[in-house]
């Protein structure tokens, strides 16, 4: 669960 959100967080950094 923690890696899902972390690779979330991730791709909405990255799309910003």
Excluded: D, P
Aim: hydrophobic fraction near 75%.
């Amino acid at each position: 669960m923690f890696l899902f959100v972390f690779r979330l967080i991730s791709v909405l950094f990255l799309r910003k």
